[in-house]
């Protein structure tokens, strides 16, 4: 089962990851901008690695290294996607997806799916 508020920390900074929640936004996208169902969206990033909670902060990294619109793509369409014309971010459209994507978080009650906090560091 997926939870959100998952910490970790290396020695200069810490993420949070809200598991549940990027993988919501992710299903979310899907549904919008690959014109899927919800319920076909849950079955692919079930069988994904996505849905596998991250055990390290290496692992998190990896996660949110790629846009959440990135792995919708990735998980729908399938690796190398962005050569059959497919985006991969939504420069193109910017502003529509913010407003959207503010809209599911709130409807859903998501969080943010990450957070990063660097820290200060003084040099001796």
Request: net charge negative; charged share 25%; glycine share 2%.
């Amino acid at each position: 089962m997926q939870k959100d508020n998952i910490v970790f920390e290396d020695k200069n900074s810490k993420v949070t990851f809200n598991h549940y929640s990027f993988c919501e936004l992710v299903k979310w996208i899907m549904v919008k901008y690959c014109k899927t169902t919800y319920e076909n969206a849950n079955t692919i990033v079930e069988k994904s690695r996505l849905y596998e909670e991250p055990k390290s902060y290496f692992e998190a990294c990896l996660m949110t290294h790629e846009l959440p619109f990135h792995w919708a793509m990735l998980l729908f369409h399938g690796d190398m996607y962005w050569l059959k014309g497919i985006p991969s971010d939504y420069n193109e459209f910017e502003e529509e997806y913010q407003i959207w994507e503010a809209k599911i978080i709130r409807q859903h009650k998501l969080k943010a799916p990450y957070q990063y906090e660097v820290y200060n560091q003084l040099d001796g």
